[in-house]
């Protein structure tokens, strides 16, 4: 996670210092009620009730309610806890969430315990050595190397486990991340617990595009991010003759999905299309992303984490790296750009519109690197959660 968005959750110093204080001092004298477990489930920086950490979440409600309590945590500036009736929903940086860190026996975030679970944790994380800590990640690790912050080091020193999709990852933790071996653990993605593996379409009718995020572009101005690969190519695609034709006469829709974390730029990409009956830029404040991964039935990406969810459901997948080589310089990958992408690999928008064609003529429904799946995911059963709870709670 970049240092620009880390900072738009700082809160002030001296108002986390006083409800921390008295947050530790009344944990101190606090009995808990009954003899449940209290459990903080956080992800995507408390924006979303999405991904790995809000299934985890959603699976305790279901399964475990007479073991644990267990909380999400949720950025204050939203509504989508109290839209979708959240159960034991809790705003990031009240005295309640402190309270709760200090109490809590167990711990689950997806991106980082610093901005999913307690803000400035970073500052007061010697405070509590009783509550285990568990990353459960985002998606599976390899498009993107792990950038380490300075205030991410003890945050990762006191993290009990780190979940891992599938050995692959383990061996990429262990040996690239330096992780220690007994830290980590292999019980699959809760995400993947969503829906049946292999799910080969009727007909390719919906196309889902969607691109990652680049922490390079978010402090450009207007003119700079329009001028940008990352726009330039996306507007290529939607503009380009062919793709606009081959949508028209198969009557095929393209669903555009700007990543979270790119939505300020969201202005910027409307009336680019001249059709907007088969173009709609999809608003996750109305959809989620699991409801947009089920509705699609193909993928065009760059290499979002959304493309291990199409590959796990065997649906086709178009990679454009547009911007490969800055990529590699300004990031990099733990997998290579041209040999390890399960799908057809674009060099061109003239190239993803080929490909277009191809699976819409030849009437492809199914991934071709679908046998790949199980190099990089180890179970396709849909008890990731239930062997989650069993390693880190030894809940059946």
Known sequence: MSVELKEKGRLD?????????????????????????????????????????????????????????????????????????????????????????????????????????????????????????????????????????????????????????????????????????????????????????????????????????????????KEEFIDSPYFKSMTGILQHEGIQKLLAEHDIHLNIALHPFMKKFENYFTNLSNDEQRVEFLDFNKQTIAQSIDKNDMLLTDITSVSWDFLYLNKPIIFYMFDQQEYLEKRGTYLNMDTDLSGYKANSIEHVYEYLNKIVEEKITWNEWYPKATDYIDYFDQDNCKRLTHRVMNLQ
């Open 13 to 221: 110093a001296l108002t986390v210092f006083f409800k921390v204080s008295a947050a530790y001092t009344l944990s101190l004298f606090t009995k808990k009620k009954d003899s449940k477990k209290i459990v903080l489930v956080g992800g995507n920086l408390g924006e979303k009730y999405e991904d790995n950490a809000a299934v985890y979440h959603n699976y305790l409600l279901n399964h475990h309610k007479e073991h644990v309590t267990a909380y999400w945590m949720y950025d204050p500036k939203t509504t989508y806890a109290k839209d979708q009736k959240i159960e034991n929903a809790v705003p990031l940086g009240s005295f309640k969430n402190y309270l709760l860190f200090f109490q809590a026996d167990y711990t689950f975030h997806g991106h980082s315990l610093l901005y999913d679970i307690a803000p400035a944790a970073d500052k007061f994380l010697f405070l509590n050595r009783k509550t285990i800590i568990t990353h459960i990640s985002h998606g599976i690790e390899g498009f993107k190397k792990i950038l380490i912050q300075k205030e991410d080091v003890p945050l990762l020193k006191r993290t009990d486990y780190f979940n891992c999709a599938s050995q692959y990852e383990y061996s990429l933790k262990l040996h690239e991340w330096k992780m220690p071996e007994h830290k980590l653990i292999v019980t699959g993605f809760p995400r993947f617990d969503r829906y049946p593996p292999q799910q080969p379409v009727k007909e390719v009718k919906n196309i889902l595009m969607m691109m990652t995020w680049r922490e390079w572009l978010f402090d450009l101005t």
